[in-house]
């Protein structure tokens, strides 16, 4: 199984920038799809950026042209560049990785956006 941590998470103004980060270890890291999700109080979990094994990505229509995800094979991370960040941005942000028809998570990491 996969361990992830997150890191990058903070209080940031609107219209800022934050970059989160996981780190993963653990058996094989051969991922099918790695990817964030977020959580907002009330809220359920959603998709908010992934990216499939071949290269390709899936943002949500709420964070196209703002958030970009990237991945690091050498290093077993993938990243979540996030701009232009708004309050409704707000949320704990997972990590993701699903791997031989298994999904693993991070503890997540608390982004938090001031108007």
């Known amino acids: 199984q996969v361990q992830l941590v997150e890191s990058g998470g903070g209080l940031v103004q609107a219209g800022g920038s934050l970059r989160l980060s996981c780190a993963a270890s653990?058996?094989?890291?051969?991922?099918?799809?790695m990817g964030w999700y977020r959580q907002a109080p009330g809220k359920q979990r959603e998709l908010v950026a992934r990216i499939i094994s071949g290269g390709s990505t899936n943002y949500a229509d709420f964070v196209k042209g703002r958030f970009t995800i990237s991945r690091d094979n050498a290093k077993n991370t993938v990243s979540l560049q996030m701009n232009s960040l708004k309050p409704e941005d707000t949320a704990v942000y997972y990590c993701?990785?699903?791997?031989?028809?298994?999904?693993?998570w991070g503890k997540g990491t608390l982004v938090t956006v001031s108007s």
């Open positions: 993701n990785v699903f791997q031989f028809g298994l999904n693993s």
């Open positions: 653990g058996s094989t890291f051969r991922a099918d799809a």
